[in-house]
């Protein structure tokens, strides 16, 4: 947020010699002329930035930042990586977004991990500052989206028990973010650069707990998380359902996303993330398997403003594997194949599907049951 420290954190990161890297840096200021390039020490280095000027970023920076991105790629052999440094207005959202939606910048580009700096002293007022309808708390939002949380300016807070208590408020919004204290932004590089937050596979084995949030309770503020977690199997089929029907309807509401799950008749883990309405997630993706006497369970959590919480949870669970199908094999059915067509079950739980069907066609025809329910498996009709 703004005043919060960022720009010395920059300058720290730039001035550092452990990451042993070069950076292009785009800057966005809010407003005609850019004052933190000014402040910047930036020249020993040979790092260059490139100002976003006119607006703020929430506003105007998808297309100028796609557009600076593909500029600076052809001198992509002169840096290491690019340092985005948003205004302290900014919704991280359309940064997020651009590394998602543009296919040459992600043949060029990774998006490593969303940094938040909060000012320790100054943060418990913005957090819990009551805004008029329709206008976000930026702050709120900004820590929401972090993958990491720098509770910056920590020697103005004399009492521990203060410091706890906005460590406390940090985590009722984001409790999946590391929260590291520092004083004049001052911060390992190893906790800053190539953390790989947006790599799943590489977040599940450097920190298999990252969506275990027991234990955090949360407040009644428009930006929260909810979590969920149970041992057991889920149905995939019902699950995309799912998710998709929530991301139509709550994408706007939804800032971040994220889940390990073991679906039922599959030996890979479901791993899946999530930015607003942009989804990623599958089997093949990550290549993350139960191991022998591993509890196979299912979690997730959902930050983002104004979340339902309890029909979050209630969908979640409603796509449980069922213990007991109705059928067997051998039995048999109908299958909807657009038309209901005559066959047998031949296999239960079938690459993730509670059904392998063969159609009476002529053909032989194999389908897949996807959900244990009549609109798809019915018994066969007189």
Sequence with gaps: FLGAGKTTLLNNLLKSSEHKMKFAVIENEFGEVGVDERILNFQQKGEEVIEVMNGCICCTVRGDLAKTLKKIQKRIDKFDGVIIETTGLADPAPVAQTFFVDDEIQKYYTLDGIITVVDAKHILPHLNEKKPEGVE????????????????????????????????????????????????????????????????????????????????????????????????????????????????????????????LAVKGKQEKFVFQGVHMLFSGGFDQYDQVWKKGETRECRFVFI???????????????????????????????????????????????????????????????????????????????
């Design 137 to 260: 708390n930026e702050a709120a939002e900004q820590l929401a989206f972090a993958d990491r949380i720098l509770l910056n300016k920590t020697d103005l807070v004399e009492d521990e028990k203060e410091l706890e208590e906005v460590e406390k408020a940090i985590k009722q919004v984001n409790g999946t973010a590391p929260i590291f204290r520092c004083k004049h932004s001052q911060v390992h590089p190893k906790h800053l650069v190539n953390i790989g937050s947006f790599d799943l596979k590489r977040t599940l084995e450097n920190d298999p707990e990252f969506l275990d949030t027991e234990g955090e309770h949360l407040h009644d503020n428009s930006v929260s998380s909810v979590s969920c977690k149970f041992e057991g199997e889920l149905n995939v089929n019902k699950l995309q359902m799912w998710i998709s029907t929530i991301i139509q309807k709550m994408s706007n509401d939804l800032f971040r996303y994220k889940g390990v």
């Design 304 to 382: 983002g403003r104004n979340l339902p919480k309890q029909k979050l949870i209630d969908g979640f669970m409603a796509c449980k594997a069922k213990d007991k199908l109705r059928f067997k094999v051998g039995d048999a059915v109908q299958a909807n194949v657009g038309k209901w067509t005559n066959g047998k079950i031949i296999k239960l739980w079938d690459d993730g599907n509670p059904y392998r069907i063969e159609l009476a066609d002529g053909a032989k025809t194999n389908v897949w049951g996807p959900v244990d329910e009549d609109l798809y498996v019915r018994p066969v009709q007189a």
